[in-house]
């Protein structure tokens, strides 16, 4: 218990949620954002390191929680695989377009229309020195993190290519990043896909994010009796119940917990 203690000494709420999980792992499933939360964030989406502990202690962590353990993230899932190798997690990826679960794999794919504004938008990024587009398949995300001054511009451009793309996507504003996803998806729809299978039917959730897409999720967590931590400064509105300040104390939570 000191190790957990210390792990989260900033935030006694969050210290005493996270204590019940060793007192009933059977009562609880844990749903956890990548990038900003488990990892650092980085200056590119393909700067992300992880470190060489966590996957294993991820996998520890599921395993006391009898598997009820998910990643729910922006990226692709095939991408979440790889940062996590060789472990394959229960994962939403594309903010819940794509679903791993017990019973498999769900991809929404990208439509040939959704593939041409996305060369059209990877195409005009070339006039913004420092936009890096990201193709995440049926989603895409032009990120200005090496180039804050194109922000209210590349805010202009996404919502324009949000009405090209039609109802079926919608533009999703994140740190330093605007994304075209899947209209029909987002990180509280997956936790409720998630709830409706085993090892995650009838648990109580705990969600822990750092962004605005992570919102719906902490939404479904505090509606469902469990426990959402927003990751960063106090701050930030969020509707989340506790709070960490940096991706390392979540990562001390982990092996806290993985031990």
Known sequence: MQSLENAVQDDDATQEMLSLVLEEPDHWAMFLDIDGTLLNLAPTPDAIEVPEALPGQLHRLSNK???????????SLAYADELFKPFAFPTAGLHGAEIRNA???QTVEATAEFQALKHALTAEAEHYPGVLIEDK???????????PEYE?????RMRHYAEVAGPNWALQLGKMVFELRPARSSKGDALE??????????????????????ESMFAIANARGGVSVRVGAIGTPSCATSRLSSSALVRNVIAALAA
């Open 65 to 75: 929680l009898g598997g009820a353990l998910a990643l729910v993230t922006g990226r």
């Open 103 to 105: 019973a498999g794999t």
């Open 137 to 147: 398949g049926a989603a895409v995300a032009a990120h200005y993190r090496l180039a």
């Open 152 to 156: 209210k511009v590349l805010e202009d």
């Open 193 to 214: 896909r998630f709830f409706q299978s085993d090892p995650f039917k009838n648990r109580c959730p705990i969600t822990i994010g750092d962004d605005l897409t992570d």
